[in-house]
């Protein structure tokens, strides 16, 4: 397995030989010193193994088996009009889609947001040369540690750019669309986003990762929110690429005084999924709310790792991780709340709640707290469970079926994060995709309508 691994390692670090060459000349010398930093870091630490304590319970040695090539160039092969429609959701209008990591100018629509408002390709941003993007590009994703962002850093060779101008308000939502296509080779891309929201901006920001129905794709992603002071900012990932695939993001937000972000992460799919969510409320008043629901079935391993970092005093802080896993998956979710010495008066609260509907269905769910402070107010917990056999019993009761009755428990327990969605075309992707696990086994149909479950989430 070690000599396997190197030679997965040595097929990207021969990646960046060859990606140096084609950009050589054609970007600032800061963006290729970094580039030069992250594959040396890269090269040093190589992958991670369970004998990491951040990767305790996540093993990446399925994916170190496989030797991955860059992805191709664009290409919609399988492509069709109702598969568009359903990635890019219908009422978006604002939209931004990359092709195996690349800007799609044809797939995209730039025109409907408020003037000043910049909204791209990142790439195409950096022959500006203006400087906007020096002072926040690789400059908060941390990738010293971190095997993946290393290489994304190195890597990455377009993604999405928005700056927010001061005191704008962005009243339709952004989505940037990531698509991934594989052929009969597997195939790697490391998408990265820059959110820039300057002070007293506000913008709802959504990410959609998805994939064709076949092939083995890799998405590497790195997406950094530079949250200015008084900003408000409402962003959502998506994840729902094929269950051959794997999926390795990190998601770094910095916020400045007052600033408010809530971050909401839904994991619908894939053989392999990590996603990092790290956040600095790094001036007083600062607020971050973090949802997120996985489900997981087969032998799909999902995990969930968050870091809130309280720097400064008056911060708040709110997380709601909701898991559901059948077959035999697995889940894992490690929280952590640090407060450090100075941030007094900080108010953080982390719930993560599992749902398993099989006995083979497993998770490992470890919310920490670690706090420097004296004057703070801070609570966390942890559950695992089956659905309540008597919530089952007085459903059916009441003339409905022992698998309905089964899954309006389920729904209802993932309602309370479904809910909290406010764009409503991710919101019914999120539906619709739950429906479709449980009509599976049910005679529920994406056609119902969502009852309201909120009475019946007490009882899973």
């Known amino acids: 397995m070690e000599q396997k691994i190197t030679e997965q390692q040595e097929i990207f670090l021969a990646s960046f030989r060859e990606l140096e060459k084609k950009l050589a000349g054609k970007e600032p010398a800061w963006l290729s010193r970094i580039r030069r930093e992250a594959i040396e870091r890269f090269a040093a630490i190589g992958f991670p193994t369970t004998r990491d304590e951040e990767w305790k319970f996540t093993s990446v040695a399925p994916l170190a088996k496989i030797s991955f090539s860059p992805a191709a160039q664009e290409s919609l092969a399988g492509f069709s009009k109702d598969l568009a429609q359903e990635w890019l959701g219908e009422g978006l209008r604002n939209r931004l889609v990359f092709v195996n990591g690349r800007y799609s100018e044809s797939m995209s629509s730039v025109e409907n947001f408020p003037r000043g408002v910049l909204m791209g390709s990142l790439a195409a941003a950096l022959q500006q040369a203006n400087g906007q993007l020096e002072a926040h590009l690789a400059r908060y994703a941390v990738y010293r540690n971190h095997a993946f962002a290393a290489l994304n850093t190195a890597l990455w060779e377009d993604g999405a750019y928005l700056r927010i101008p001061k005191g704008t308000v962005v009243e339709e939502p952004v989505h940037v669309l990531y698509v991934s296509t594989a052929g009969k080779q597997a195939s790697v891309s490391h998408p990265r986003t820059l959110l820039v929201a300057e002070p007293d901006s506000q913008v709802t920001l959504i990410e959609s990762y998805v994939g064709l129905p076949e092939g083995v794709c890799f998405s590497n992603a790195v997406t950094e929110i530079v949250a ?168 059916r009761s009441r003339g409905i079926g022992q698998q309905d009755a089964q899954s309006l428990l389920t729904y209802a327990f993932a309602g309370e994060v479904i809910e909290r969605i406010r764009p409503e075309p991710v919101r019914t992707q999120v539906q619709t995709a739950l429906f479709a696990r449980l009509s599976a086994t049910t005679s529920l149909t994406t056609s119902l309508t969502p009852p309201r479950t909120t009475s019946l989430q007490e009882a899973v």
């Open 228 to 395: 200015g002071e008084n900003s408000v900012i409402d962003h959502y990932k998506l994840q729902k690429e094929n269950g051959q695939s794997y999926h390795i993001a990190v998601l770094q937000v910095h916020q400045e005084r007052n600033a408010h972000v809530s971050s909401c992460s839904i994991s619908l799919d894939g053989a392999l999924v990590r996603n990092d969510v790290n956040v600095t409320l790094d001036a007083e008043g600062a607020e971050c709310v973090l949802n997120g629901l996985y489900m997981a079935g087969g032998r799909q391993h999902v995990d969930n790792h968050t870091t809130v970092d309280h720097a400064k005093p008056h911060g708040t802080s709110r997380q709601l991780y909701k898991g559901i896993l059948s077959g035999h998956a697995a889940g894992v979710f490690n929280g952590k709340i640090l407060v450090r010495k100075d941030a007094q008066k900080t108010n953080a609260v982390q719930y993560n709640k599992n749902l398993l509907l099989s006995e083979n269905a497993a998770v490992n769910t470890k919310p920490q707290l670690e706090i420097l402070a004296d004057d703070v107010r801070c609570t966390h917990g942890a559950t695992v469970g089956q659905i309540d056999p008597e919530a089952v019993f007085y459903l």
